[in-house]
């Protein structure tokens, strides 16, 4: 199985700054890398597909990264609505699809 | 609009068997992968299994094969996930979303999830 290692556990911005998220995976998921946002009470939403790809709707201040093992969720301009948990999703090596644990993003 | 509508909280005790459901519009059911992950309280996402509406191909994770049933219902657009005998540990959120580059890939609409609760 397919480890995902996401960090930071936690990450506080203030309004107006960049977020970078950073995604680790325990072998190459080549850019089969997926990642959600989760707000509390809410179902996950996907937000970038295939490493780099926006999904429908999603802000362009959301962008994607990386390749291989290591990917990076940036949140350029951050705003107050992007609180939340941000999940990344391996898709390359299954079953089963395997998620990162999550990095909790506040803002201050 | 596509949408994934799931049925209603569940409070069950240990040993009964429970089926929840996932309910899809907006598109054609059977054309599409529809997955199921669990959400334990405080914890992160899990994939569970993946079914094709339109011949039932289905695969479970490792983790959850045995454990669970995954089935549909393509004349009512319908996906299920079941469960023989619940145990406490079964206690969780569960989400079915759709995968639409299947049988393993991102998972673009969710539906709004089913807690299931397990407790005597």
């Known amino acids: 199985e397919t480890v995902m290692t996401q960090s930071p556990a936690t990450l506080s911005v203030s309004p107006g700054e960049r977020a970078n998220l950073s995604c680790r995976a325990s072998q190459s998921v080549s850019d089969h890398l997926a990642w959600y946002q989760q707000k509390p009470g809410q179902a996950p939403r996907l937000l970038i597909r295939r490493a780099s790809a926006r999904a429908t709707g999603v802000p362009a201040r959301f962008s994607g990264s990386g390749s291989g093992t290591e990917f990076t969720l940036t949140i350029s301009s951050l705003q107050s609505e992007d609180s939340g948990i941000y999940y990344c999703q391996q898709y390359k090596n299954w079953p089963p699809t395997t998620f990162g644990q999550g990095t909790r993003l506040e803002i201050k | 609009e596509v949408q994934l509508v799931q049925s209603g909280t569940e409070m069950k005790k240990p040993g009964e068997s429970l089926k929840i459901s996932c309910k899809a519009s907006?598109?054609?059911?059977?054309?599409?992968?529809i997955a199921w992950v669990r959400q334990m309280p405080g914890k992160g996402l899990e994939w569970v299994g993946i079914i094709y509406p339109d011949d039932s191909d289905t695969r479970y994770s490792p983790a959850f094969q045995g454990q669970v049933t995954i089935s549909a219902d393509k004349s009512i657009s319908t996906a299920f996930l079941q469960w023989r005998r619940l145990k406490a540990s079964d206690s969780a959120m569960y989400y079915c979303?759709?995968?639409?580059?299947?049988?393993?890939?991102?998972?673009?609409?969710w539906g709004q999830g089913t807690l299931v609760t397990v407790s005597s």
């Open positions: 979303a759709r995968d639409p580059h299947g049988p393993a890939a991102f998972l673009d609409t």
């Open positions: 907006g598109y054609s059911f059977a054309d599409y992968w």
